[in-house]
């Protein structure tokens, strides 16, 4: 039997890796205890079976390729290619992720069949297996008995009896056998590169028009009328072709492990850095907690203290408003007694001292209102200062509105004028007469027709945040109005006032001149309201004659001041039609 025949009886191909005792092949657990990347697949964590190489260079179990999931799947051409009419024998591209660099690989159109074994993984783990006294390596001919040598010739692993049987063939009867526990010892196990459409034939020749390794079966009849030779031939051009393009890339290695290390440099100062960073941010924190608390404390104190003082203030007014009760209670009692049960002379005698009590009682003077209010507040948004060297927030805001220290100002007080705007402005103060910084307060404002109480005119009150209102309206109506203004229901002071509204401003009718006879230029029948005249029968007025004013003045009333209201008096009878004509002249 030729070696050739014993490889094929031993099912041995350049796809399958030697055969294993499959209750060796792994440990209890079912993963292989020699975690190196060359011989385990990363998928599967086992030992590599029949490992092929993808695109990416990242090698895995044929087995665990196909469980991939595909990523996506083209017809031949690409997206962008004319369309054509569907084929069943149009192979279609499948698109995988690779395991390892997520990287999209592209297969085959023959699937994971025509991708290239990697021969160096299936050498790797021989030699593994060989170490690994776990693993029970079998017969490549008869895949049954325990493989115990090694042919150095035919490169296959043989049990007892097939290492004699062997040795008995004329053709292999000179080969050498080695003890495969010797080959522990080896940095490398070759084993034969056979062909994948011709089993029995190792891939002896490179075909360089198909640029593959061929065997010579397939140079004889595929590759027939190719540049073929012998791989020893040729490997020292393609191998220095490989190791050039190798050169090139090499280079960045070294640029990429520097950019890793900068990275990494960049990473830890981060790191430290944002430690430090945590560090100030921890001492800050405790230090404005401690500034916040204390704060918190100081707000609450001056909370007591303010409540304690409105207390006080309320407390000292209902004393003092008990006691007016009692006196007055006291007088009206003694009086309705005295006029009840006292005899004539008895209300006679006693009159002087009650006489004067009640007077007393009369004109005694108290505020019906308190004094002080629920008017507390915090104010978050408000700075308070420093506290412990840190900016705090936050105030305590308890000044009240005293009505009675509120004062109206304006120039609309007193005077305003029909359908003309008029304003004055609202000043709210505190018991102690300061203006208060904060608006809120309710003004109430209502102007009403002193005579016409129907006629009633709508003000506009503004907040303008800062302690003042501004009021304006328009009168519709001349006359008196009697105007109410009211904080927090309580007239301020100076409410009510009264405001004269003036009718409306009439306008000139005539022209600012300075005399008739200029304005005329001459005509004797043009008068003037000034009411001057001039001899030579001459109706309106002249420069230095009689009645003239000695100054410019409006032809239509004799009013002196160009910019004023038409009064519409004259001194003398002024005929319209003379004074229109003046107008007009």
Known sequence: MSVDEERRLGGCDSGSPFPLSSSRNSTANGHPRLGDSRTVCFVCKRFYCDPKILPCLHTFCSECIRQLEPFSASAPGGPGSAPRAPSIREPVSITVLCPVCDSEVDLPHAGVEGLTTDHLAVSDVLLES???????????????GEAERRCAVCSANLCQFCCQAHRRQKKTSSHSMVCLQDLKTCGRVVKPVLCRLHPSEELRLFCET?????????AVTGHRD??????????????????????????????????????ECAQHTVQARAQAVAEEIQTFMQGYMRAVQTHCHGLLRQLEEIRVQKKNQLHLQMVQLEQVLSDVKTGVDFTERLLTDGSDVEILTAKGVTVRRLKRLGEVGYNVHPVTDDGISFLPQEKAGQTEGYQVFGMIYARAVDPNK????????????????????????????????????????????????????????????????SVSYTPVE???????????????????????????VRRHRGTFHCCTFCSSVGLKEARCGCGGTMPGGYQGCGHGHKGHPGKPHWSCCGNVSEVSECTGCSAGPVSPRGIFRTVAL
């Open 130 to 144: 060989l170490r690994n006294d776990e693993c029970e390596l079998l017969c490549d001919l008869c895949s049954e």
């Open 406 to 469: 509120c004062v109206i100002q304006g120039e609309a007080l007193q005077v305003g004028r029909q359908d003309n705007p008029s304003e004055f402005t609202v000043i709210c103060k505190d018991s102690a007469g300061e203006q208060m910084n904060k608006g809120g307060e309710t003004v109430r404002v209502s102007i009403v027709h002193k005579t016409k109480k129907d006629c009633s005119t709508k003000p506009t009150v503004v907040d303008n945040n800062d302690g003042s209102y």
């Open 226 to 263: 190719h540049l073929c030779d012998y791989t020893t031939n040729v490997i020292h051009k393609h191998g220095d072709y490989i190791r050039e393009l190798a050169k090139n890339v090499q280079p960045h290695v070294g640029k990429l492990e520097a950019a890793l290390n900068n990275i």
């Open 210 to 218: 198909c640029d593959q390794p061929v065997c010579r079966e397939c």
């Open 478 to 504: 001349p006359g008196a109005h009697t105007v109410w203004v009211c904080v927090k229901g309580q007239h301020v002071k100076g409410s009510p006032f009264m405001v004269a509204v003036k009718s409306k």
